[in-house]
């Protein structure tokens, strides 16, 4: 029986694509669609915040890397990647913090790097 991955933590997301491809090659790809009527960056960290719990759950527990795409529209706004190796949950730190730790950056717009950059996240 093949699982589903649940992807209700991300509930400011108008839709989430799962591609899972543990049982491939120990990876998950998300898509994660936002609305556009919210700014970019907050967009982006509500993902990398919601990312602290979708990271824990055993669904995903086989990936060592989960591939987030994050999109207003058509339009990219962020991609990186998380290394479940080097995530260390910390409750006594911001969700994000330790998230963008375990985490490559790809691509952000200019909008969204000087957000997290304003807010001393990424």
Same mark, same amino acid.
Do not use: C, R
């Given at each position: ?8 933590? %991300? ?68 991609? %990186? ?16 913090? *330790?998230?963008? *730790? *375990?985490?490559?950056?790809? %691509? ?6 000087? %957000?997290?950059?304003?807010? *001393?996240?990424?």
């Amino acid at each position: 029986m093949k699982y589903i991955i649940d992807t209700s933590v %991300f509930e400011y997301a108008q839709a989430v694509d799962v591609t899972d491809a543990i049982d491939l090659n120990n990876h998950v790809t998300l898509i994660i669609s936002m609305s556009e009527a919210i700014n970019p960056g907050l967009a982006t960290q509500h993902i990398v915040n919601q990312m602290y719990d979708f990271v824990q759950q055993v669904d995903v527990k086989g990936a060592k890397t989960i591939g987030i795409n994050v999109k207003q529209g058509t339009k990219k706004i962020a991609q %990186f990647t998380v290394y479940t190796d080097k995530f260390a949950p910390n409750d006594n730190e911001p969700m994000s913090d *330790a998230v963008i *730790a *375990a985490s490559e950056i790809e %691509f952000m717009t200019d909008e969204v790097k000087i %957000f997290g950059k304003t807010i *001393a996240s990424w």
